[in-house]
């Protein structure tokens, strides 16, 4: 059967050809990134999708947590891996590719489960299932792979996401007759020198997820790379430097963590805690209070909802108080359009204090007490997927989740994002 030149050569590896050859139902693919996973996925589609012969058009589906996401990593790949001589139609609108043989090929974003539902499903490929509404699978997809004398197929493919529903499905999958599990490192297949890289823009545990598709175990420290000997000592102000200022927005206590950048390292200087009643122009006094003289420039980062959780009622929001309050001659504000999500967050400031390669980019002052404390006490929700325990200690996070704002803008992953704006 002619192809078409999408169609390269493959490298040879062991995992993906026995997932290729799988005679079960369902598949479950947990890989690590870059590791030929989703290629392989789409290949099977389309292979299935143009050698389908029944009386009934057959309805075959690619998944994806939203329909941008799908767009973004299947629809071109699934367009020109199809031979054009047997595409009927095409419809760019519905993500759909028509075939000659009756049967059709729709990208399907998750955000909605009922898109898929209603008519029968005859194969899918659900990709980054870690990411999906945990009832999307049993409430919307399954359903659909039930027709009589037409029982669909299903493979999931994805990374690891902690032990989420994505680790409950594989670490069923191993014990059920009609599924199949497979996995593999990304390192099975990138250079060692993509690998190496990695470790130095990822935490350790953040690697270990990321590229060797292990699914990890959150319990404990959310900061599990702050090490009190390694990362505090004394540091010292430099009046040369530009002052970095990172907010969260509270009343009970009001924070703002201080640093600057020396020599590749972010350096928290100092910090504000206001322990009650404080607000953000409270705040901005203490923070003039104590920093008012320094003269080169000044950079503020911190939540971009900008205190939609609090304290900004008095008089605009709580960045309008902070363009009100901070008298620096030379002061910006970067701020992006949304937050980050929390774990994302996290993972880039476990980052900062030590990468997989074991570097070490973030020292922290001992005049910040209530910074250390933050770093050595913040915890995750027990059996989640890393996210914060917020109820824990109403106290803690705060100054965590402020300094977390500003390396994730600054140092994304290893990878530097900032642009300014004037106050």
């Known amino acids: ?16 050809y026995s997932y290729w050859r799988s005679p079960a139902r369902f598949n479950c693919v947990s890989a690590g990134r870059r590791s030929g996973k989703s290629e392989r996925a789409k290949r099977k589609l389309i292979r299935k999708a143009i050698s389908f012969t029944s009386a009934n058009n057959g309805r075959f589906c690619y998944m994806a947590p939203t329909r941008d996401q799908v767009k973004r990593i299947a629809w071109q790949d699934l367009k020109d891996l199809s031979p054009k001589h047997l595409v009927k139609s095409l419809s760019e609108s519905e993500l759909r590719i028509n075939y000659i043989n009756g049967a059709h090929i729709q990208c399907v974003g998750m955000d909605k489960p009922e898109r898929v ?7 899918c490929i659900v990709d980054e299932i870690a990411d999906m509404k945990p009832t999307a699978w049993g409430q919307s997809i399954r359903p659909a792979l039930s027709t009589l004398n ?3 197929w299903c493979d999931f493919v994805g990374k690891p996401r902690g032990r989420n529903h994505w680790y409950v499905m594989c670490q069923a999958a191993k014990h059920n007759l009609d599924w199949a599990h497979f996995t593999w490192p990304s390192s099975s297949l990138l ?3 993509e690998i190496e890289a990695a470790k130095k823009e990822l935490d350790e545990m953040t690697f270990n997820q990321e590229y060797e598709a292990s699914f990890l175990n959150f319990s404990g420290r959310a900061y599990y790379s702050f090490d009190i000997v390694t ?11 530009d002052l970095i200022i990172c907010f969260d927005f509270n009343v009970e206590p009001g924070i703002a963590v201080i640093a600057q950048e020396k020599n590749g390292q972010t350096h928290c200087i100092g910090e504000v805690y206001i322990p009650r009643n404080s ?12 920093w008012g003289h320094h003269s080169k420039t000044v950079r503020c980062y911190g939540d971009a909802t900008g205190g939609a959780r609090g304290t900004a009622k008095i008089g605009g929001t709580d960045w309008d108080l902070i363009r009100q309050n901070l008298t620096f001659e030379n002061c910006y504000i970067d701020v992006p359009r949304a ?3 929390e774990r994302v967050r996290i993972n880039a400031l476990n980052t900062r204090l030590k990468t997989a390669s074991g570097d070490i980019n973030l020292k922290v002052s001992p005049k910040c007490s209530n910074l250390i404390e933050d770093l050595e ?8 997927s890393g996210e914060l325990d917020k109820r824990r200690d109403p106290k803690l996070t705060h100054l965590t989740d402020a300094l977390g704002y500003y390396v994730f803008r600054k140092f994304p992953m290893g990878h530097s994002s900032a642009t300014y704006h004037p106050l």
């Open 339 to 341: 937050n980050p999500p």
């Open 191 to 193: 250079a060692e020198t």
């Open 377 to 384: 006490g913040v915890c995750v929700l027990e059996g989640g």
């Open 150 to 152: 037409r029982e669909g």
């Open 117 to 123: 539902e209603g008519d029968p499903i005859d194969g």
């Open 231 to 241: 990362h505090v000592e004394d540091t010292d102000y430099d009046p040369s430097l």
């Open 279 to 290: 607000n953000t122009p409270a705040v901005c006094r203490k923070i003039m209070s104590d």
């Open 1 to 16: 059967m002619m192809l078409t030149e999408r169609w390269f050569e493959l490298i040879p590896h062991d995992g993906q």
